[in-house]
């Protein structure tokens, strides 16, 4: 069952009202309801999860560490490291996936509950970084067909 937003009256500080709505202005691609929605959401995310922030890029907006990589780049350095390396559990998993990405392990293991938190979110973009590869791939290898390769 997916709740339903709930209507609700806030009242801001003139000076928080007013970057806010530059904030909207900007970002034209929301309202004022949703750009609360979103930063007030965001702002509790990282209360949770101090050693995450948030990102806008061409892939959208999303989760990182601060002063490091996508929480989902480090989640897939973990998925990685359990394939090459399935004999490896726990601490190891956690030092060689920091090893590979030269991530901290305390920021890894704040990657890894934040995506233990909001799995879908974070899936999604590995699902999508995938496929983006899987087509590179296969445009690199029609590229060098073409040149006798």
């Given at each position: 069952?997916?709740?339903?937003?709930?209507?609700?009256?806030?009242?801001?500080?003139?000076?928080?009202?007013?970057?806010?709505?530059?904030?909207?202005?900007?970002?034209?691609?929301?309202?004022?309801?949703?750009?609360?929605?979103?930063?007030?959401?965001?702002?509790?995310?990282?209360?949770?999860?101090?050693?995450?922030t948030f990102k806008d890029g061409p892939a959208?907006?999303?989760?990182?560490?601060?002063?490091?990589p996508d929480v989902w780049e480090v989640i897939?350095?973990?998925?990685?490291?359990?394939?090459?390396?399935?004999?490896?559990?726990?601490?190891?998993?956690l030092e060689v996936a920091a090893e590979m990405?030269?991530?901290?392990?305390?920021?890894?293991?704040?990657?890894?509950?934040?995506?233990?938190?909001?799995?879908?979110?974070?899936?999604?973009?590995?699902?999508?970084?995938?496929?983006?590869?899987?087509?590179?791939?296969?445009?690199?290898?029609?590229?060098?067909?073409?040149?006798?390769?």
């Open positions: 069952m997916v709740a339903t937003p709930s209507p609700s009256s806030v009242r801001f500080e003139p000076r928080v009202f007013e970057r806010l709505s530059a904030f909207v202005a900007a970002n034209r691609d929301l309202t004022l309801s949703s750009a609360t929605s979103r930063l007030v959401d965001e702002a509790l995310r990282i209360r949770e999860h101090p050693l995450i959208g907006r999303r989760a990182r560490l601060v002063g490091g897939g350095a973990i998925r990685s490291v359990r394939e090459a390396e399935p004999a490896l559990a726990g601490e190891e998993v990405s030269g991530t901290p392990v305390p920021f890894i293991r704040a990657a890894l509950a934040y995506w233990s938190d909001y799995p879908e979110e974070v899936d999604d973009f590995l699902d999508r970084a995938h496929v983006e590869a899987v087509q590179a791939l296969a445009a690199w290898e029609r590229q060098q067909e073409l040149l006798g390769l």
